[in-house]
Structures are given as C-alpha cells and as structure tokens.
C-alpha cells in the first residue's frame, strides 16, 4: 500500500487537534491497539488532502476503527483518555469520546470483541457489529503522514464505498447522506484511480468506454476482493445491490443518487448493476 505526506491545511482540520492525536496516539500505544481512520475524515484524506477535490460536506468528528480482541483493553483505553488525556464521556453514545475543543472522536471497536460484547464500566454497551472493518483492515490499508509527525492507516475508497453500503443497510431511514457519498467517490473514482485501473483493468476498455462507469465496475471489484473471505459480508452487499437493480419504482439508493447527480433513476440503477458486476466478478 502507498504512503502519503499530507498537512492540516488539506485535510481541512484546524491545527489545533494535534494535541488531541497526541492524547490518542499516547493511549493506542499504551494498550497496544493498532487503528485506522475511517468516516468522513478518511474520505477527505482521498478527496482534499491526495486528489484536491473539495468534498460537499465538512465534519469535525472524527471516526477510527479500533482492533480490539479483549474486552478489558477497550474499557482500559477509553478510561485513560478520560482519566489522563482529557477527554470526556459522549452522553448518548458509550463509543464516542469529547476533546476539549469539541471535536467528537468516535472509537469503533472491531475485532473479536464484536461477538464477545463491549462491556463499558457504569454503561450498558451490549454488543456492536461493525460489518467490513475487520475484513478491510486484513486487506490491506495506506497510509497517511500528518504535518510529519502524525502516522495513520487510513481506509482505501473502495473500503469506504463497501462501509457506506453497510451503513446504509442498516439504518436506510437516516443514512441517506452515506449514498451521497458514495455517489461522490463515483463520479471522481476513475480520476483518482487511472493509473492502477490502466494497468489492472484494461479488459473494461472499448470503443464506447465510459469512463464513470469502468471506475464503478473497479469499485465493485475492489469491494469483491475485500468482502469475498467473509460469505456474510459478501452475500448481505450483493443482496442490498439486487434490491436496487430489479426495477426503478424499487430502487431506493438509485433515487437518492439522483438528487446527487440530478440525473434519472434509470442512469443511476446502471450504475449500480456496473457495481454489482464487477462484485460478482471476482
């Protein structure tokens, strides 16, 4: 996987949660859990920070997945941060923790921990799936040097696109920005993309070649490649794309792609039968 040299400035965060990499970076490290940035930071890293697009929507949260095998060491990790970095409790949500400056750090922990259950001292966390992280963080991950001397794994697009699907599946009724996203990474993939498409999909190429549509059938490729050791995972992302290539009247995600591109719904359920293809062709 490639390394990237990246600065505040492109990733438009303010220099200021340095400190609070610092404080997690400490506790990471004290606990011996490794990470990788996902969610919106993560696409921006692709976006602003690598390809100089500006993405549509700007957050200050801040998402990592965390690798967690033993229950003790998530409870560990989360009362250091709280105890001795300075971070505060997120009433609400037992898995997101407050810096001073009010930026919002989610720690989503994947890893064996997601059959055992998250026990949170003085909360009822229960248990927590996390569909795809563990399978993209085995896959493989880049990685990105912050203003030279922060270093993270960061999510590949491709792993992203397959998260947003899950996101979308699982809470369709308010995840309908997650689709957006993905038609973003969509329109730019094969920008973003060339060189390692060129050389490692020159089959999609003919006479009539659509550019958007060779990157979206990558894209399923990708996501093929990362979800094929799981049958679950592989199986819940080929049933959501079926759902919404059938027909148009049923085709949500194709309906909420339009309001991104301002097309029809017939160009995006193309698009996503490109997807769905290239899943199935790994």
């Known amino acids: ?111 064996a921990i997601e059959q055992d259950g998250v026990e949170i001292h003085g909360t009822d966390a229960g248990s927590i799936s996390l569909p795809g992280f563990k399978e993209i963080y085995d896959y493989g991950l880049p990685e990105a040097e912050l203003e030279g001397k922060h270093l993270f794994k960061f999510c590949t697009l491709p792993g992203i696109v397959l998260l947003k699907l899950m996101s979308y599946e699982d809470r369709p009724e308010v995840r309908r920005d997650d689709i957006k996203d993905i038609s973003m990474v969509i329109t730019r993939f094969f920008n973003m993309y060339s060189s390692q498409i060129y050389e490692n999909h020159s089959d999609l190429f003919g006479s009539d070649a659509n550019l958007v549509k060779i990157g979206t059938r990558v894209i399923g490729r990708e996501i093929g490649k990362i979800a094929k050791v799981n049958p679950d995972l592989f199986s819940r992302v080929d049933n959501l794309l079926e759902q919404n290539t059938t027909n148009f009247s049923s085709s949500e995600i194709a309906k909420i792609m339009a309001e991104y591109f301002d097309n029809t719904v017939a160009e995006n359920m193309a698009l996503l039968q490109e997807l769905r293809k290239g899943l199935l062709e790994v």
């Open 1 to 111: 996987m490639s390394d990237y040299k990246i600065s505040f400035k492109e990733l438009r965060q303010e220099p200021e949660i340095s400190e609070m990499l610092e404080a997690l970076e400490r506790g990471l490290k004290k606990f011996g859990i490794d990470f990788f940035l996902v969610g919106a930071v993560a696409r921006d890293v692709w976006m602003t920070a690598i390809n100089n697009f500006a993405p549509s929507r700007i957050t200050r949260d801040i998402d990592f997945g965390v690798y967690i095998n033993e229950n003790g060491s998530y409870n560990a990790l989360r009362e250091y941060l709280i105890d001795v970095e300075g971070f505060s409790p997120y009433k609400g949500n037992d898995f997101v923790l407050v810096w001073k400056g009010g930026v919002q750090v989610d720690l989503l922990p994947f890893g």
